[in-house]
């Protein structure tokens, strides 16, 4: 039977990172607020950078401001700087920090066609449309972002065999996840300029640890380093990490649950990237509806703790290499 019971409110969660004064880059320098680009005169690809897509994952703008401020350039092509939802950012008080994820709607479900052509509008929408011109020329993007509930990180390729290509050139963090998606929207690694058949470029987002921790920036910088130097757009003099690459497992996901009330609740506050090792083990009920594992050897990917309606509470993955 299930708890019938509501979620329970957020924990407290220590904010042990500042966010950055964004100052110098709001203006940008591509006739876009918070874009700066930084063009090699070389060939080579178009690489963007996009932090704080979620206003109060700070850990992406914390990375951003460092390698800008640290006179990041590429040795070919174009890297571009991006800070996504600055409105929400702007929000952001480490006394409330769960409270500016986004202003009308989450960013990172809007890049739809349909949706970014439509006559709707929100701050985040219009923020999209604006973002839109730009992430039309990229070759290469890595989203950073960070995650609420302790989770190891991973790399989430989305459902491209380039995504993962790319996952894998990054070399960091050891897990990388291949799913489709949320129920709610698509993300900006789910854009058709990424996904679609015949296309060269390719997205992916990095989970980098929990929010408002100083391991988290190291993690987001790691993969940052990977990427430019696994294009080929730095060279050794860069002011990047040292490469470090670790053993990459990558897991398909076989079921995303998605909360269907606010009644939704684990049977034990499950960490990301367990393992269960054994098929039909209950993990939550939605009111009277269970959820069980459907195979053996069962990742948990970024379980949800209190997930609300309409919200993926986590994907369940299959190791495949």
Not at 265 to 270: G, T
């Amino acid at each position: 039977m299930g708890t019938g019971q509501h979620a329970a409110p957020l924990p407290a969660f220590e904010v042990r990172v500042s966010a950055p004064d964004l100052y110098d880059w709001r203006a940008g320098n591509t006739g876009i607020p918070g874009v700066i680009t930084r063009d090699s005169g070389k060939p080579g690809p178009h690489v963007a950078l996009l932090a704080i897509t979620h206003g109060n994952e700070i850990a992406g703008a914390i990375a951003l401001d460092r390698l800008l401020r640290g006179g990041l350039t590429p040795a070919a092509g174009k890297l571009s700087f991006v800070f996504g939802n600055l409105s929400a950012y702007d929000r952001f008080d480490p006394a409330h920090p769960t409270a500016s994820r986004f202003v009308d709607e989450d960013l990172n479900r809007v890049w739809d066609e349909a949706t970014l052509d439509g006559p709707r509008h929100s701050i985040e929408l219009n923020r999209a449309r604006e973002l839109r011109p730009l992430i039309d020329t990229v070759d290469a993007l890595l989203d950073i972002h960070s995650m609420l509930w302790d989770a190891d990180p991973l790399m989430l390729c989305g459902s491209s065999d380039r995504g993962r290509a790319m996952a894998r050139k990054i070399g960091v963090p050891p897990l990388i996840v291949a799913d489709s998606g949320h129920a709610n929207g698509k993300r900006i690694i789910d854009y058709t300029r990424f996904v679609e058949p015949g296309s060269a470029c390719s997205a992916n987002l990095i989970e980098a640890g929990q929010h408002w921790q100083p391991a988290t920036v190291d993690i987001a910088l790691a993969c940052v380093a990977g990427l430019l130097r696994g294009l080929g757009s730095v060279d050794a003099a860069a002011p990047l990490p040292a490469a470090a690459p670790v053993a990459q497992r990558l897991a398909e996901v076989t079921l995303t649950i998605t909360a269907a009330s606010n009644k939704f609740a684990f049977v034990q506050p499950w960490r990301g990237g367990v393992v269960v090792p054994d098929r039909n083990t209950l993990l939550a009920y939605d009111g009277d509806t269970e959820f069980r594992t459907p195979h053996d050897d069962c990742l948990l990917v970024m379980p949800s703790l209190r997930p609300t309606r309409g919200h993926t509470a986590v994907r369940l993955a299959r190791f495949v290499g």
